[in-house]
């Protein structure tokens, strides 16, 4: 949740009790935990999560320093009491912007998903390098989210990082349902443009993990040989459906006016079990250069969304998710904390789709 100045208490500055806490070593200066008990949190999600811990370095590498004070929020308004609230008071340190949050749990995990949910709504702020007053951070989530109660506003994308992270701390806890046996597509690389082996077996990981995600375990194949890199462990039959990922070195059409960057493309093809995509390193190179993204990151979302065009050949592009097009900064935002995904209906979709070519 986020609050604006007039609706509650908003958190005072002040610094870091000098309490002996060994768990303070393991957070970051960029969070600024106000006792042992939310320190040992942050600990723990750091270790258990890696949505939470990408929400982190996010803060960091957006200069923002967030101090979090272990007590509830409470609407003047309406007496509502929440467990967790972005303050819109942000205060300025040298070059570090300084926001507050509030953290009113102690039990279990659920400081962690409250601060994962309020740590999405500093980076909403801290995304925008031009708010510094708190009538500009309440214009920000009118424009961004919807009013929850009076002066209490939501963003949709804050409640999907604090599920992605209660999933995340469950598995480590051993309580999630048994995910079915992941279906298997191979995915041929034809890499023309030479890429960096640190770059591309980093974009190929991040692919790897969208789809299993998804319930699609991915073997990595390079052409012209078709050596697998990544053998599994056991013996298993070929996959029954496969992609050829071709990596051109430069994009010679015109990109459509929708977008200054044509980064991929995935032709019509009549054979629904196998088929080519195209990705085009030199404007993948020029839109990290632009948006300041590591290459891989951008190069890895570019080519789980060219192999969703394939394994969804009948769908195009969706509203949301991992192919949504064109993306805007709140879905880089999520690519960057790997929260750039399928939606369940293609995940459904695409798991009928190989059960179909395995027939």
Not at 108 to 121: F, N, Q, R, S
Request: hydrophobic share 45%; charged share 20%; glycine share 8%.
């Amino acid at each position: 949740m986020t609050v604006g100045v007039a609706e509650g208490k908003a958190a005072a500055h002040s610094d870091v009790a000098a309490e002996p806490c060994a768990a303070r070593e393991a957070v970051p200066q960029q969070l600024r935990p106000l006792n042992c008990p939310l320190a040992t949190a942050v600990a723990s999600g750091l270790k258990r999560s890696d949505t939470f811990r990408r929400l982190v370095e996010r803060v960091g590498a957006l200069n923002g320093i967030v101090y979090i004070e272990a007590r509830p929020y409470v609407n003047l308004r309406t007496g509502q009491t929440l467990n967790g609230a972005l303050s819109h008071v942000v205060t300025t340190a040298g070059s570090h912007r300084v926001l507050h949050l509030m953290v009113g749990v102690e039990y279990g995990d659920a400081p962690i998903t409250v601060m994962a949910h309020e740590l999405w709504h500093v980076l909403e702020v801290l995304e925008s390098p031009e708010l510094s007053m708190p009538e500009a951070v309440d214009a920000l989530f009118e424009r961004l989210g919807m009013h929850a109660s009076t002066g209490i506003v939501e963003t949709q994308n804050a409640l999907e990082v604090e599920r992605a992270v209660r999933r995340e701390l469950a598995v480590g806890r051993g309580r999630t349902v048994k995910d079915p046996e992941p279906l298997s597509v191979a995915v041929v690389i034809d890499d023309r443009a030479h890429v960096s082996p640190v770059v591309l077996d980093h974009a190929e990981k991040e692919v790897a993990r969208i789809y299993l995600h998804a319930g699609l375990k991915t073997t990595w194949q390079t052409a012209p040989a078709l050596v697998e890199r990544t053998p599994s462990e056991t013996r298993r039959p070929a996959p029954a459906f496969t992609v050829t990922l071709i990596i051109q070195p430069t994009f010679l059409g015109q990109p459509p006016d929708t977008s200054e960057f044509l980064m991929g493309a995935a032709p019509p093809t009549t054979n629904d079990c196998a088929g080519p995509v195209y990705v085009f390193f030199d404007q993948v190179i020029a839109f990290s250069n632009v948006q300041r993204m590591e290459p891989w990151l951008v190069l890895g979302a570019v080519m789980a969304h060219e192999i969703g065009h394939r394994l969804l050949p009948r769908r195009g592009h969706s509203s949301e998710g991992l192919m949504r097009a064109p993306w805007n900064g709140t879905d880089w935002e999520k690519a960057s904390l790997g929260l750039l995904l399928l939606t369940a209906g293609e995940r459904e979709a695409i798991r009928a789709t190989i059960s179909n070519c395995q027939g």
